[in-house]
């Protein structure tokens, strides 16, 4: 039972409505754009990831602090960090079906389609090898060069184009490549205009200009003016890390894609500050750490990779993105930037408060340089749960779908079942729900078959099912059954925590970093 890709990515979303994962935000009035709610399963998935982030950053690095600042900030903040001036994003608008694109996107998905063409003629010609042809083979290639050839000029006029924001270009690039509106088919394009997507809105009782405050886009500003403090009161010695995980805005202009792209997500991010020139050496060994904490994931280590961006952030002298492999293809996943001084001098400049770090080692200060960790929690989620989802046909015939999640992330770690809903089964079964509680979420169920019952689990990935029979009111021994493998073994019911312990903890996933 395996759907057709373009369904795949529907049944996911289906699925995470029909199992409590993910609702629409205020559905009962027909839902809000790009903004959802964590249902009960979806809550306990997205608090286990960051719990592991949490873990691996700063419980399992000395170095590393962890901080909660607030949503709002200083309004002189988002103009110190440039983004008042410059978060912006490239829109355009077919003048037929009204629609609104990004235009970068546009330009990248046009790019994307090429890129297919190239795999489709490789994987043709890898077939027709057998009977080689050269007169085919010939042509294939003359193919293939032509496609690359137009990704380079693209790739060039597009870079040289946001580089000089030159947005008459940017909308040429798209004339040129014939680029057309999917909704109405057609190339009647506006021109291409910038668009803030910072929300605003006003603190205190009084409106006006003095008063206007933004929604944080991002979380690593409150890192950045934090810095001094958590450095003096934490005695922190460069190079030294900043973690914090919380709530970001973005007014999104194509908001799409499921919870890909929202308007109000969750970041966690590391700003890790360096000792100025020793900043290649830490991107290096951040962009190796993050794709090594993504990998003990288990969920397929080929379905990630760098992605060296083309043009650099106005703060950043290097910058990679972990992309993941979706169900709609590669896209970016988690931001490593070396960030230099920008940030520390600019708020430096416009606070007016001196942000150094003194070197006990050289005897002088300096504005650390700063290298970032950037990874989308619900991006993270979609990822993780799309990479578990499977639907699956069994030996017998049967279908079920499965998320075979890390068994230290799944919502519920454990279900207990009573085989029949009598003779003190589940009694028995009551006191080993009582048993594992303390450490881990457990439930209970006694309706349906043993089957039935194993298929629900299955659907929100809760690695062990425990089934409570006669036989274990003599024997004090359970059915222990294990998710992926469908396997089952008989355990004594004393043994039951120290088996969970081990294969339910995050413990389990640390020791893999
Ligand atoms: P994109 O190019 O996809 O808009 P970005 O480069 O603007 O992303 P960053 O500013 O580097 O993203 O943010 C860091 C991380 O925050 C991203 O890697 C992503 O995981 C997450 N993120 C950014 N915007 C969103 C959003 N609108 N919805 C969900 N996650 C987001």
């Given at each position: 039972m395996s759907a057709k890709p373009e369904d795949f990515f529907k049944n996911i979303i289906s699925h995470c409505k029909e199992y409590g994962f993910i609702f629409q935000s205020s559905e009962i009035y027909d839902g809000l754009s790009a903004v959802y709610d964590y249902g009960q399963n979806g809550a306990e998935l997205k608090k286990n990831i960051r719990e592991y982030w949490w873990k691996a950053m700063v419980q399992m690095n000395e170095n590393i602090v962890g901080i909660d600042s607030s949503i709002?900030?200083?309004?002189t903040v988002w103009k110190a960090s440039g983004h008042v001036d410059a978060f912006n994003d490239p829109l355009i608008d077919?003048?037929?079906?009204k629609k609104r694109y990004r235009a970068d996107v546009l330009i990248e998905d046009h790019i994307a389609k090429i890129e297919d063409k190239i795999t489709k003629e490789v994987e043709k010609a890898k077939k027709r090898f057998e009977n080689f042809d050269e007169a085919m083979f010939r042509s294939t290639n003359a193919r293939i060069i032509e496609y690359q050839t137009k990704i380079n000029d693209i790739n060039t006029r597009f870079k040289a184009a946001l580089n000089d924001n030159n947005l008459a270009d940017v909308k040429q690039i798209i004339v040129d490549c014939e680029i057309v509106c999917s909704i109405s088919g057609t190339r009647n394009w506006t021109d291409v205009r910038q668009f803030n997507l910072m929300f605003s809105t006003s603190i205190g009782s009084v409106d006006g200009e003095g008063s206007t405050i933004y929604l944080r886009p991002e979380t690593a500003q409150g890192i950045f003016v934090n810095y001094l403090n958590v450095q003096k009161t934490g005695r922190m010695k460069i190079p030294f890390g900043i973690a914090q995980t919380g709530k970001a805005f973005r007014n999104e202009i194509v908001a799409r894609q499921f919870i890909f792209r929202m308007r109000e997500f969750e970041q966690m991010e590391m700003q890790f500050f360096v000792k100025p020139g020793t900043e290649m050496h830490w991107y290096e060994h951040w962009k190796t750490a993050r794709l090594k904490w993504h990998h003990s994931f288990g969920l397929g280590e080929t379905n990630y990779k760098f992605h060296d961006h083309i043009k650099l952030a106005h703060y950043a002298n290097a910058a990679a993105d972990i992309e993941f492999q979706f169900p709609f293809g590669y896209k970016e996943l988690e931001g490593i930037h070396s960030r230099t001084d920008f940030d520390l001098k600019q708020h430096e400049q416009f606070s007016g408060k001196k942000l150094q770090y003194f070197d006990t080692e050289s005897n002088s200060s300096y504005v650390p340089y700063v290298v970032e960790t950037s990874v989308g929690l619900d991006r993270l989620f979609l990822a993780t749960l799309s990479a578990a989802y499977k639907e699956e046909t069994l030996e017998n015939g049967e279908t079920r779908v499965v998320l075979n999640l890390p068994p230290a992330l799944s919502p519920i770690k454990v279900a207990v079942f009573p085989?029949?809903?009598?003779?003190?089964l589940p009694e028995f079964a009551e006191k080993i729900m009582e048993s594992l509680k303390y450490d881990h979420i457990v439930t209970y169920d006694e309706k349906d078959t043993v089957g039935k019952r194993y298929r629900r689990q299955d659907a929100i990935g809760t690695p062990y099912c425990i089934t409570v029979d006669h036989q274990s009111l003599e024997d004090n021994m359970v059915t222990v059954r294990e998710r992926d493998s469908m396997k089952q073994e008989r355990i004594a019911i004393s043994a039951i925590p120290q088996y969970m312990n081990e294969r339910v903890g995050l413990t389990s996933l640390l020791k893999k970093l």
């Open positions: 709002f900030m200083h309004p077919n003048k037929d079906s085989l029949v809903k009598k003779d003190g």
